[in-house]
């Protein structure tokens, strides 16, 4: 069945940096476009980032533009999303989530304090 596995998340200082990474099983993964997501304490889920199936298109929330970068390594079935300036306005639970699929991870908690 469709596995996604995120890590990476953790408390951070604001301005650090920390790096997510998401394990896909269960399905081609190169075959499918990848995003992240993120839900706040008391927000609706939103975008983040987007990144096509070779990882040639990306697209990101305004709000994290310049700052994030999505990335995928289709050999190890793996995507990331490299947070750098993090604030605490990224604080958030992110998710890995295949669209095509409707399949979310478990999610990894991002705590970012001024």
């Known amino acids: 069945q469709v596995q996604l596995v995120e890590s990476g998340g953790g408390a951070v200082q604001a301005g650090g940096s920390l790096r997510l990474s998401c394990a896909a099983s269960?399905?081609?993964?190169?075959?499918?476009?990848m995003s992240w997501y993120r839900q706040a304490p008391g927000k609706e889920r939103e975008l983040v980032a987007f990144i096509g199936r070779a990882g040639a298109i990306t697209n990101y929330a305004d709000s994290v533009k310049g700052r994030f970068t999505i990335s995928r390594d289709n050999a190890k079935n793996m995507v990331s999303l490299q947070m750098n300036s993090l604030e605490p306005e990224d604080t958030a639970v992110y998710y890995c989530?295949?669209?095509?699929?409707?399949?979310w991870g478990q999610g990894t908690l991002v705590t970012v304090s001024s």
């Open positions: 269960g399905f081609i993964f190169s075959s499918r476009a």
């Open positions: 989530y295949v669209y095509t699929l409707d399949a």
